[in-house]
């Protein structure tokens, strides 16, 4: 699976959008770029996934460039509660690679009043 | 409610001592995993399983076992052999070999601390 690299930290005033880089230039054709959340002490939580073409559901939207190579992860109306650490993730569709969601370390997103 | 249920969300123990972390989920899935977390890191996988009566051990498996009797359970056993077993654990599910993508659904964790 390819490896990701995004920012330490990032702030974000409440109420704006908030927008998360990853960088995943090794990524393979068949590599889905994932996103999860975790506030403290919680699970991490499911935001989105995607391959190629942009996606959208009710927690974000997730812009993939045409080579593939970097995301964005966009947080539309940031809230308080938005405040977690975000990790961007990929991995490949095949069953024999199902366990393999390789974390690093994600970017802390502080949302500020 | 459908989810993943983990018990108990603290567990403290001494040094020497066996303990079991319990995973319970009811989402009808196949494959579930047990990941650990340290402070500042991202997680690394310990076990998964992707079928009831079979597991694999992931990145850091040592120290620890799993067994998988009921699709339901995932029960996590971390031995006196850990060496370093005061960490977040965190349990997760999903669909298993018949997605062709593969989101995981996680626990609360369990947080062990070995005194």
């Known amino acids: 699976d390819a490896k990701t690299t995004q920012p330490t930290s990032m702030d974000c005033a409440e109420g704006r959008a908030a927008n998360l880089p990853c960088n995943h230039s090794t990524i393979s054709g068949n590599e889905y770029v994932y996103w999860y959340r975790q506030i403290h002490s919680q699970g991490p939580q499911y935001i989105i996934h995607?391959?190629?073409?942009?996606e959208t559901n009710e927690m974000a939207s997730l812009i993939i460039t045409e080579d593939r190579k970097s995301s964005t992860l966009i947080l539309p109306h940031a809230t308080l509660r938005d405040t977690a650490v975000y990790y961007c993730i990929v991995r490949g569709a095949n069953a024999g690679n199902n366990r393999k969601l390789i974390w690093g370390l994600g970017t802390s997103l502080a949302v500020n009043p | 409610d459908g989810g993943i249920t983990q018990s108990p969300k603290y567990l403290f123990r001494k040094e020497g001592q066996n303990v079991t972390l319990s995973c319970e989920q009811n989402?009808?899935?196949?494959?579930m995993y047990w990941y650990r977390q340290d402070p500042g890191q991202g997680l690394r996988l310990i076990y998964y399983?992707?079928?009831?009566?079979?597991?694999q051990k992931g990145d850091i498996a040592e120290g620890y076992s799993v067994s998988r009797e009921k699709k339901e359970s995932f029960p996590l056993t971390v031995t006196s052999a850990q060496k370093n077993p005061t960490a977040f654990y965190l349990c997760a599910s999903s669909l298993g070999l018949q997605s062709s993508y593969n989101e995981q659904f996680f626990g609360p964790g369990t947080r062990l601390t070995v005194l």
């Open positions: 989402l009808n899935h196949d494959a």
């Open positions: 399983s992707q079928i009831v009566n079979d597991f």
């Open positions: 995607g391959l190629k073409n942009n």
